[in-house]
């Protein structure tokens, strides 16, 4: 792999990228010319407007292609690496009655306001997403899927009454950071309901989220976009024998 790479767009190393974004302008001459100031001020030069749409009448959508100079350094980026085997879910039920003799408890919601299902259920429900089954499909799991808009102290209980051996909760809305401040409310709320040893393994997702976060957040693991249903029932089986 090359110590250096640039971005590609027509040909190899040439720079080029495609950036999009809405300014609170109408969509005339001054609100592309403000898209390409922008751009220049992000570091794309030359720019140009390749795409624009009227939101409304003072808002527009702009789309914006040019060359930059940055360059990306592939050795010096640092991410969430997967630091468990991924199991099949023969493996995965095997590994659960082998550590445990009992069945894996779940409990999972969307929490606060958010009231957006579909990463929560494509992990838990039998239907699954990407050709791969949700949890619910695990003999040797038992799930609960709470739903939408779900209040923190409603999910301690319902994890305290359940015997939870991990609670999951998926976050889609993110304006003002809402996501961010919900899971810390979340994990302050375990931390002092549950003593160290008896608290269920705390694992967020969401789109928007920055998987490095986990130990900030209070959170034992961050799953982002892409997540499958088998990585997460591999991570739990991992985490829950590994205490």
């Known amino acids: 792999m090359s110590t250096v790479v640039r971005p590609y767009g027509d040909t190899t190393g040439d720079g080029m990228v495609q950036l999009s ?43 914006v292609y040019g060359r930059v100079n940055h360059l990306v350094e592939p050795g010096k980026v640092v991410v969430a690496e997967r630091d468990y085997p991924l199991l099949s879910a023969k493996e995965i ?29 494509a992990i838990l429900n039998v239907k699954g997403i990407a050709g791969e089954k949700g949890l ?23 994890a ?3 015997k939870a051996d991990a609670v999951l909760v998926s976050q889609v809305v993110t304006q003002r950071d809402a996501h961010l401040h919900n899971t ?8 002092e309901a549950f003593p160290a040893a008896r608290r269920p393994l705390l694992v967020v997702g969401g789109p928007r989220f920055d998987e490095m976060m986990a130990p900030e957040l209070g959170v034992d693991r961050i799953f982002g976009r892409g997540t499958t249903p088998r990585e997460v029932a591999s991570y739990l089986v991992h985490a829950v024998g590994a205490r």
């Open 21 to 63: 974004f809405t300014l609170p302008l109408p969509a005339d001459k001054r609100g592309e010319g403000a898209a390409l100031q922008l751009a220049g001020k992000m570091g794309v030069d030359p720019a140009m407007v390749v795409h624009s749409r009227a939101l409304g009448g003072q808002h527009t959508f702009f789309v």
């Open 93 to 121: 039920n095997a590994a659960i009655r082998a550590r445990l003799r009992r069945k894996l408890v779940v409990v999972g919601a969307c929490i606060g306001t958010d009231a957006h299902t579909v990463g929560i259920d």
């Open 136 to 158: 619910e499909y695990y003999r040797e799991c038992r799930v609960l899927n709470l739903g939408a808009q779900v209040s923190v102290p409603e999910l301690v209980e319902q």
């Open 160 to 162: 305290r009454a359940e």
């Open 184 to 191: 810390r409310e979340m994990s302050a709320a375990f931390r």
